[in-house]
C-alpha cells in the first residue's frame, strides 16, 4: 500500500476513535464560538472531500465545490459511522498511481478555477484537510469539555513537540 494512502487511513481512524466518545447531541452541537460549528459539519466536510476525489470522473476530473453536504453525517454518529467506514473502505481497497496527473476543479476564493494535481498530491491535501479539521474539532472538544484522549489529535505531524527543559 502506498504511504499516503497508509497516512490517510492512520488520520482517518482517529475519527472512528472520536465517534466512540460521542453521543449525537455532542455531533451536532454548535454552540461553541466563534464559528459555531459542529464537529459532525467538520466529520461530513472531511469525509466529503476524500468522496469527491473517488467521483472522479472518466475525464481525470475531480471537483472538490461537488460535495454531498448528508445532514444525517452531521446529527448521527451511526451515519457518520456509516460515512467513514464506506471512505476507509474505499481507501483500502482501490489502487492508485499517485502519478496520474487529474483536473481538480476547487473555488479558492475568487469563484471556481481548475488545477492540475497528481493523485498523490490530491490524496496529500486531503489528509492535511483532515488534521486541519481535526485541530479545529479539537477546539470544540475542549468547549463542550469532551475529553479525548489523543495528544497528537489535530496536530500536523511537523507540529514541534514541547520537551522539557530538565
Given at each position: 500500500m502506498n504511504i499516503i494512502i497508509e497516512s490517510s487511513l492512520k488520520t482517518l481512524n482517529k475519527t472512528?476513535?472520536?465517534?466512540?466518545?460521542?453521543?449525537?447531541?455532542?455531533?451536532c452541537n454548535a454552540s461553541i464560538s466563534p464559528y459555531c460549528s459542529s464537529i459532525g459539519s467538520h466529520i461530513r466536510h472531511i469525509l466529503d472531500f476524500y468522496e469527491c476525489i473517488f467521483n472522479k470522473n472518466s475525464e481525470n476530473q475531480i471537483d472538490l465545490t461537488d460535495r454531498s453536504r448528508n445532514s444525517d453525517v452531521e446529527a448521527k454518529c451511526c451515519s457518520a459511522r456509516d460515512y467513514l467506514d464506506t471512505i476507509i473502505e474505499k481507501l483500502s481497497s482501490s489502487s492508485f498511481d499517485m502519478n496520474e496527473t487529474v483536473d481538480v476543479f476547487d473555488d479558492l476564493g475568487l469563484g471556481r478555477t481548475e488545477i492540475k494535481y497528481t493523485m498523490g498530491a490530491v490524496f496529500s491535501?486531503?489528509?492535511?484537510?483532515?488534521?486541519?479539521?481535526?485541530?479545529?474539532?479539537?477546539?470544540?472538544?475542549?468547549?463542550?469539555?469532551i475529553p479525548f484522549d489523543d495528544s497528537d489529535f489535530g496536530f500536523n505531524p511537523t507540529t514541534p513537540k514541547e520537551t522539557s527543559l530538565n
Open positions: 472512528k476513535l472520536l465517534l466512540d466518545n460521542l453521543d449525537d447531541a455532542s455531533l491535501q486531503a489528509n492535511s484537510h483532515t488534521i486541519h479539521h481535526y485541530a479545529i474539532i479539537n477546539y470544540i472538544l475542549e468547549g463542550l469539555k
